[in-house]
């Protein structure tokens, strides 16, 4: 499996000191005082405003990240996660209500829009069998980002609160794919 490989920086625009690394970080300030750019070399990586994978995330791919604020958070990135490269099949099953409860439908590609396609205006629970997957509160893959692999999630509302921000709707996904190592 193909590992990626991000640097963080204190500063913007990849000024003062840096922290490299290829696996899951909880806790950058272990290495930085703060974190405020980075430059993916290789794979994709979901970075996180708070410690421990919680808080607002932000999915980035190979690049230049200059501005933290310009991704979306609110603070520094403080944890990031390593999204390892799946080849094969991509599976999930999303249901209206919770604990798998409701209308459900099963999706294998990407999805612009879940009312659109589905009629199904909010999934509250989802059960991701196979792939990595990105879940965006707009249609069109737009707003806030939640970054979903392979398990159960029977409570998406509960979950995003867990992750430290206001519930989220998801409104669209995609398929993280090998194209972006």
Request: charged share 25%; glycine share 8%; net charge neutral.
């Amino acid at each position: 499996m193909s590992m990626g490989k991000i640097i963080f920086y204190e500063d913007r625009n990849f000024q003062g000191r840096s922290y490299e690394t290829s696996s899951d970080c909880p806790e950058l300030t272990s290495y930085l005082s703060r974190c405020n750019s980075c430059r993916v070399e290789s794979g994709c990586f979901m970075v996180y405003d708070h410690s421990n994978f919680q808080g607002n995330q932000y999915f980035v791919r190979r690049g230049e990240y200059g501005d933290y604020q310009r991704m979306g958070m609110n603070d520094c990135i403080r944890s990031c996660r390593n999204i390892p490269m799946h080849r094969g099949n991509f599976r999930m099953r999303m249901y209206e209500k919770e604990n798998f409860g409701g209308q459900m439908h099963e999706l294998s590609d990407d999805c612009e829009s879940m009312t659109d396609r589905f009629r199904m205006n909010d999934m509250q629970s989802c059960n991701v069998m196979d792939g990595h997957w990105l879940m965006y509160e707009q249609p069109s893959y737009r707003g806030r980002q939640m970054y979903m692999r392979p398990g159960e999630y029977r409570n998406m509302r509960e979950l995003s609160m867990h992750m430290g921000s206001n519930p989220m709707r998801v409104n669209s996904m995609r398929r993280i794919m090998d194209s972006c190592y």
